[in-house]
């Protein structure tokens, strides 16, 4: 089993910044591609961006291309999440998730191919 949780979120104005943690416990997720989701009121939940086990691979959707960057520190078991550029659309609860599959490569941008979920953080952007 693995344990998530997210920090770092909270009120902005639009055009700053901030930094999303998502700490991994109870097991290593070293190994684990690892993805951000969003959900704003009334909205399904939505890709964010994904990364591979090692790193070496990122994905973003494409509203967050070029503001946002996914990284990882399999040292420190937290996977991260800059946001810059950021504006009131963006507004929602960012939620952190591992798809367990070990190894793999496979980096889904699915929400139902990931096994583990954090509690979610809320982001709020201001005009």
């Known amino acids: 089993q693995v344990q998530l949780a997210e920090s770092g979120g909270g009120l902005v104005q639009a055009g700053g910044s901030l930094r999303l943690s998502c700490a991994a416990s109870?097991?290593?997720?070293?190994?684990?591609?690892m993805g951000w989701f969003r959900q704003a009121p009334g909205k399904e939940r939505e890709f964010v961006a994904a990364?591979?086990?090692?790193?070496?691979?990122?994905y973003y959707e494409d509203s967050v291309k070029g503001r946002f960057t996914i990284s990882r520190d399999n040292a420190k078991n937290t996977v991260y999440l800059q946001m810059n550029s950021l504006t009131p659309e963006d507004t929602a609860v960012y939620y952190c998730?591992?798809?367990?599959?070990?190894?793999?490569?496979?980096?889904?941008?699915?929400?139902?191919?990931?096994?583990?979920w954090g509690q979610g953080t809320q982001v709020t952007v201001s005009s």
């Open positions: 990364i591979s086990w090692t790193g070496g691979r990122r």
């Open positions: 998730a591992a798809e367990s599959t070990r190894y793999s490569g496979y980096v889904p941008q699915d929400s139902t191919e990931y096994d583990y």
């Open positions: 109870g097991r290593t997720f070293r190994g684990y591609a």
